[in-house]
């Protein structure tokens, strides 16, 4: 199985968007997407139909910027030693057992670690015509992230936001305070 992220991005979100359109082509389009499902909106060359986006703990993944020392050694040992050797020998990433998510296709994988491993995180390697389709984003969007989340950050966060550039991003920060807890 070899889906890559951009694949996700570009097919599956592409289809969905596509179905919406076909079942109710004059009805708005929302999006609600968590983590990846912000990252990806734009690959698809029907996201310029989507009316609205909330976005949930959407950010960019660049190892090097989770919040915490501890962390950003976790990410390391994954995209440094765990994927390469589970991708090569499994075939996919096990997440699952290593309290990340779901299972990971090979080509998910090492496109996302490829990308973790990059300051821009994917800028530098995606199409100039996804670029065009972040900055030309145009639709209200919401973003919510946490203080206690050690990915979608106060660093990763406004880094994804940065290439919607032309969407009217409204953004909420939530400390456990706020939200009554611990």
Known sequence: FHATMSDWGRLDMGAALRFAHERAPDAKR?????????QLLPLSDLAHTVSAAALITTSTGTWTKMSSFGYRMFCALIWYGLMPATTRTLGYLPAKALGQGEDLPLGVAREWGDWCKRDDYFASVMPADVLARFRAFDAPMYSLSFSDDP???????????????GARVTTQHLTPKEANLK
């Open 151 to 165: 990915i979608a950050n106060s660093v990763t966060v406004p880094a994804l936001l940065a290439h919607y550039t």
């Open 30 to 38: 929302f999006v609600l997407g968590h983590s990846v499902g912000g």
